[in-house]
Every structure is written in C-alpha cells, then in structure tokens.
C-alpha cells in the first residue's frame, strides 16, 4: 500500500465515519428516509464540495469517483436501520470521527496550498474542509453549528491545517506534511475529548444596547 | 413549437411556480416586500443556481436570460397583493408545483449528465436542480427544509433523474429522455399527493445516549 | 491617493466593520472564540466570496489579499475582548456599515456588470456582496436573516447598484459610476435609519389554507 493509496483509505474511512454522524443527526430530528440519506451524503462529502466550489475545482472531487456516494448511502442505510445498536458505539465512533476530522483538514489544506492560497486561505481551506459536511448539516436540521459554540473541534482542524502550511513552506514532501498535520490534528482532538478542552466563550454584557443589525 | 421550446415554455413555468411558493412562506413569515422578492427570486431559480455553481457552469444558465428573474419578480409581487386570493387556488398550485419538480428534475439531470457525472451525481444535480430552491427558501425562513422531512416530494425528483440517466447511458435521444423523466416525477409525485405516500420516519430510540457531535 | 487606492482603503474599512458586527452577533450568542472569529470572518469576506463563486471568479478576491482576513480577525478579537466598551458606541458603528454597505454594494454591482450580467444580474451582485455576509451570519445562528424582514437595508444597496448599472450602461467612467453607486446606497441607509423608513410588510391572511410546501 502506498501513501496516497493509504491516505485515499483514510479519506474513506473519514467520509463513512462523518455520514454515520450525519444520519444520527436525520433520526434525532425524525427525518424520513430520504432525509436521514441527504444528511449522511451532505456531512460525508459536503465539506469537500465547499472547498471545490470556493477553490473552483470542477467538477468537485467527490464526483468523479463515486464511491464516496455510495458509502455515505451505505451509512446512512446502516444507521436508519440500526440506530439504537450503533449509538451504545458511540465513543468508539467519536474517536473515528477525530480521524476523520484530521484527514479531512489535511487533504482540504493541501489542496488549498496547491492552489495557491496563503496562510489563512489553507487554513480556511483545511478547516471548511473537515467541518464543512457537519456545519451544512447542522444548518439543514436548523441548528447552530456546534462547532461554533462548543468543543475543541474545528480549533484542532485549524491548527493541522496550520502545520500543514508550515511543513509545506518549510519544503518537506506533501505526503510527510499530511502525516504531520493530520496526526496534529487527531491528536489535539482526542486529548481535547479526554480532559473536556474548551475554548473561552464570549460572555453576554448587560450594558445597554439597542437593537443592531 | 419544437422540443426545446416546448421545456424551455414548461422550464418558465416551472420558475413562476416555485417562486409563488417562496413568496408564500414569506407572507407567512410577514417578511416585508424585499423579503418576498428574494424568496421568489431564489426558491425559483435558487436550484439552478446551486446546480450551475457545483457543476462550475458560468456564468449560472439564469443569469443569460433575465426572463427567469422578471417572472420570480411577477410572482413574487402577485402573492405580495393578493395572497389571501391566490391561496384559494392552493391544491391548483399545488398540482402545477409537481410540473416544476418533474421539469426541473429533468433539466438538471440532463446538465449533470452532459457535464459527465456518474448515476449517483445525476440523482444530485436533478434532485438539487428540482428541489435546491425550496430549501433554500426554507433555510432563509430557519425552518428545517420541509423535503427532508415530508412527503414524497424529494424522491419523485431523484427517481425520475435516475430514469434520465438510464435512458441516457440506454441511447435515447435526450428530448424523449427528458419527457420519461419529467413525466416520470410529475406522476408520480401527484399520485404521492393523491394517496398521502410517506417514507418511512427514522424512530427516535431511547437508548441512553450522550450528546454527541 | 488615487480613486482605487482610496475605494480599496474603503473596501477594507467596510470589511472590518462588517467582521464587528459578525463578531457582536455571536457574542450575543455566547459562543466561543472560535465562532467569533469564524462570524467576523464570513461577515466580513462571505458576501464577495459568494458573488465570486457564483460568477466563477477564481480565486474568490479576498484569497489573493489576505489583509482581509487579517483585519476580520483583528476586528473579531477586538469585540471578543472589549465587546461591552464598543457596545457604547453603536451609533457610530451603524453609520460606518452603511458606508461598508454602499462601497460593497458598489464593488459587486461592478464586478457583475464586468462579467456581463443584464440589469437584474448585476442588481444581485451588488446586494449579495453587500449583504451576503450578513446572510450567512444569520443562518450560522439559526435567526432568519434581519434584511428580509426589517429595516430598509439590502434595498439600499439594491438601489445602489441599479444605479451602477445606470451609469455604466450611459457610458459614464467606472469610478464616477462607483462613486454614484455607493454614495446613493449610504446616504438612502442614512436617512432610513434617522427616519426609520420601513418597506411594507406582508400581511398574514387568515383564509382557511392546509399545509403548504
């Protein structure tokens, strides 16, 4: 097995990790079938769609091979009809969902150096990349997206997509910088899990103010 | 008249259709007069937009020819003045809405189809194209978008694409492929409004269960 | 300073208040620094980077000078910090978004207008650049967004670039038209505020009407 053989499997592995979560979302929400599918292919592939669009790759990734698609189908089937059994998994698919999250944030910042982007430009890219799917699929079940508001998530993202930046100017092999970054991020993101890491939240004032637009 | 006349006659129709629909939820929502026009504009073209954007098809076909956006305008003013007249017709609208789904679901599948997608990307550019407007529309109004949760209306749309496709790769000509698909959804939604068809609900289950991302 | 010196100086005035106010919402949301920034950032850049995206314009502007991404950062840490001392002075900051509303409103009109869209088009582009990110700030936060309900807001921006595509068409320099374009926009903000100029509002109907998609 390669590199970019291993980091396609990863990829994979991500994107069926992320649709699992997305279909649990469809069936907290009551959603029908076809909503719990929307929610897995949208949280699988739809950060990767984003990054696309934003970076004008066409036709975006995902598309030209279609496995992705059927994989997140394949989650969402699973998780419609097996809700209950998966979810005492929970943690396990939590800690799979940190390696995701890495893998997500390196190819997505990568991508985005290859492009051309300087440093927040990969950062955003890496990071729309890894929380985008989950961000869509919060907006769809009308939710604020949690990463927003809670956890130590898309920082961990940020900050591989970060070292991916660096490791890239620095002059090393993409393949190593992918290692680096997404292997941050994973970690970051497991120990933000085990000691519950947040990040400061802004506190409401009571002086007074209007209403603002 | 000839073939493409004939869709791009149905294709404007389509358009009218949608954008009376948005207009209405804004009415509901007692947005003011702005707030009606961008509901109409985009849950009547919203679809084509997204569609064009992921497919990188620029500059989006609607912006070529501004009859689209005139027509949204008309409807969305006509709902503005005369809601309460227009809502007696509702089951009509109801009926010429399932013409749009059926038309744009074939259109967008076709485009999809044309840009080289495989099956599963065909199934997302028709349903996007049939369907990405009222969800659009309902994100802006923070409502969970109704298709994903409601109805036999989303799946119509999918499954008359995937007729497309199959009569694409089976080496129709597209103008008959066009018309099995459109006819193929428009069917088959009236019927699901005419027997009450659901999917089938994702249970919710009791299962002790942590917040989970 | 030369006209695009000074509408640049401009652009980024209007970027940074607009990162303020992305920044105030999510205060207002309690959430952590993280959305803060993230809301600074897509208040300030998501209105160009949708026009872009939807004009195929790649890469989107703000990527290629990544100064605006500084400056929504700065403005996002300056409100996480000092959010109730600025609070104080939130007059001033709506006047200075009306600015950033006309000079957006302005750019985005030109930008339409130079990639060939007809009246209506470039009318679009000038408002979605104007309050795009307003937008997706408000959907981030599961609010319907304010400009479809209140406020004589996106219609001045909308006027704004009418009149941008009124100069251009008559021939007028780019510059004088911009000029025209965004001065209309802020000074109609202007007296909307002082006046509280309101658009109509659509009046619920209470005819007996069924469940609507």
Redesign the interface.
């Given at each position: 097995m390669t590199g970019s053989e291993f980091f396609f499997a990863l990829d994979l592995f991500g994107t069926l990790i992320f649709a699992i979560?997305g279909a649990?979302r469809?069936?907290?929400?009551?959603?029908?079938?076809?909503?719990?599918l929307?929610?897995s292919?949208f949280t699988g592939v739809g950060g990767g769609?984003l990054r696309d669009?934003?970076?004008?790759a066409?036709?975006?990734a995902v598309?030209t091979n279609?496995i992705y698609?059927?994989l997140c189908?394949g989650g969402g089937l699973l998780v419609?009809f097996t809700?209950?059994h998966i979810?005492?998994w929970?943690n396990l698919?939590?800690i799979f969902?940190a390696v995701g999250l890495g893998v997500f944030a390196a190819l997505g910042a990568l991508k985005g150096y290859e492009?051309?982007?300087?440093?927040?430009?990969v950062i955003?890219m890496g990071t729309m990349t890894a929380v985008g799917g989950?961000?869509i699929r919060d907006?769809?079940?009308?939710?604020?997206?949690?990463?927003?508001?809670?956890?130590f998530?898309?920082?961990a993202a940020?900050l591989g997509a970060l070292a991916l930046w660096a490791c890239q100017v620095a002059g090393l092999d993409s393949g190593v910088s992918m290692i680096v970054a997404a292997a941050l991020t994973i970690v970051l993101r497991l120990l933000a899990m085990k000691f519950q890491v947040?990040?400061?939240?802004?506190?409401?004032?009571t002086?007074p103010?209007?209403k603002?637009?």
């Open positions: 979560t649990f469809a069936v907290k929400h009551e959603l029908d079938i076809l909503g719990v929307v929610l292919v769609i669009v934003i970076l004008g066409y036709p975006p598309f279609e698609f059927f189908i419609f809700a209950s979810a005492r929970w698919v939590k969902d492009y051309g982007l300087g440093p927040i430009g955003m989950g961000v907006i769809l079940v009308s939710e604020i997206p949690a990463v927003l508001a809670t956890d998530y898309a920082t940020a947040h990040l400061p939240r802004a506190r409401k004032f002086a103010l209007k603002r637009r």
